[in-house]
């Protein structure tokens, strides 16, 4: 019987303790930093994809305000004196921005999503990315496109985040969350 006992209290001992331990390891898992999904969308589509990927990541939206909103003029990639079409032709523009990401040092990975605009980045996400450091940042571009593919965008953008680490871009027009969800796990 003392045996059986002795069994008993040493099972329960082990008991407690693994539970105890199990709490501990509860306690003390760590928090991801948080992702900042970051978009640029002139008509909105790009910022439907991009709402997506803060879904799909828990990342926090920010979109980037132009100090001048862009007209339906400005974007008439037809016309050879149209703001985007200049824009796109003269990478050293850069436009303002009206809003700033707050604590953006909290991010390490940032989702980056923008139109293309002649094969490749609207020059405001330069502006954008000049605006903060991203040294040793993650850099996911993400883009749609009426009809230009990816083109030179990643090259483009690396000039104002040099120090950053870019992972391939993507259009991803008309994807669906699930198509979006199977994207972000695919990131390596």
């Not at 909105?44 to 994809?49: A, W, Y």
């Not at 909103?69 to 037809?78: A, N, R, S």
């Not at 139109?115 to 990315?129: D, E, G, H, M, R």
Request: one cysteine or more; aromatic letters at 10%.
């Amino acid at each position: 019987m003392k045996k059986i006992l002795l069994l008993l209290a040493i099972t329960a001992i082990a008991f407690v303790a693994c539970a105890s331990k199990e709490k501990k390891e509860a306690e003390t898992v760590e928090v991801a930093t948080p992702v900042l999904v970051a978009v640029f969308s002139a008509q909105g589509h790009t910022k439907s994809v991009a709402e997506k990927i803060a879904k799909a990541t828990g990342g926090n939206l920010f979109q980037i305000e132009p100090e001048v909103p862009y007209t339906e003029e400005d974007l008439d990639g037809w016309n050879n004196s149209a703001r985007g079409t200049l824009e796109a032709r003269n990478r050293d523009t850069r436009p303002g921005i009206a809003n700033k990401v707050k604590n953006f040092e909290q991010y390490d990975t940032i989702y980056l999503g923008f139109p293309i605009w002649w094969f490749t980045a609207p020059t405001i996400v330069n502006t954008f990315l000049e605006s903060y450091n991203t040294d040793g940042k993650v850099i996911i571009p993400f883009a749609t496109s009426g009809g230009s593919d990816y083109g030179e965008a990643t090259k483009d953008l690396k000039i104002s985040a040099p120090n950053a680490v870019f992972k391939p871009g993507s259009v991803l027009n008309d994807y669906t969350q699930q198509d979006v969800d199977s994207w972000v796990k695919s990131i390596k």
